[in-house]
């Protein structure tokens, strides 16, 4: 018998992709010589937000800026626990100076903000499951997001971490490989990890839903749950069916211009958690 879900309301952080272009490639999905259609990216963007705000969610805006194409991935850029922020760093220089404009965004709203001293890239390696050994930090580092800056979370935050290596240059952010489904539990691509931290998942999530590669090759595990509805890639058909059997909802949404950066639903998102 499935388990019945219940949503809790949130919060989250988007930026328009008014300025969105593959100009760089800074991931296995980013090729330059694609065009992107950047009408048809906004249009899809715009759906996702409706989409979210449809659910019951609030969602705020953060202003995008020329020459920073990829601010649209609003989940790199903090990482935000019970109303304390730690800011990112990223890895690439192209990027560097989205960091500010986060800075920015959160300070104006008068929440604690955590400046880096380590490489990080928000919530594309941090991933906060509220209720699970009391409120658990899962944090991904391999590609892009510094061992030190785990250590240096936690105590920004004062959350346990756990860190976990990812091994497989495709899922080169923690978002792309494993996403908190409920206050509980998380959904997760075994094969982007290394076998420790494999068995360190098992271990902490026993009931999670394993999703395989075809799933995680569609972007399914770049997803946006409220505990009930599962906002996912509409291409991540087999996922949506297992997060079913499971007792979500699963809410498709078509994300094939943002996929184009390597990133869909969850890369859009920040989720504000004050």
Known sequence: MNQQRFPRKRTYLMCSPEYFAVEYAINPWMDVTTPVDRDLAV????????????????VHLLSPEQGLPDMVYAANGGFMVDGSVYGARFKHEQRAAEAAAHHAFYEAQGWR???????NEGEGDFAYVPEAHGGLILAG???????????????????PVVSL?????????????????DDTNVVYFPGAFSAASQRVLTQLFPDAVIADDEDAMAFGLNLVSDGANV?????????????????YTPVPV???ELKKGGGSVKCCIAELRH
């Open 165 to 181: 290596r990812l091994i497989d240059p495709r899922f080169y952010h923690l978002d792309v490989a494993l996403a908190a489904i």
């Open 113 to 119: 903000f955590i400046a880096p001293s380590e490489t």
């Open 141 to 159: 580092h391999g590609f892009r997001t510094e061992i030190p800056a785990h250590a240096e979370a936690q105590e920004a935050l004062g959350r």
């Open 43 to 58: 249009k899809q963007w715009d759906r996702l937000r409706e989409t979210l705000v449809g659910l019951g969610h609030e």
């Open 231 to 247: 906002v996912l890639n509409s291409e991540a058909t087999r996922l949506a069916g297992k997060l079913k059997a499971a007792g």
């Open 254 to 256: 078509e994300l094939a």
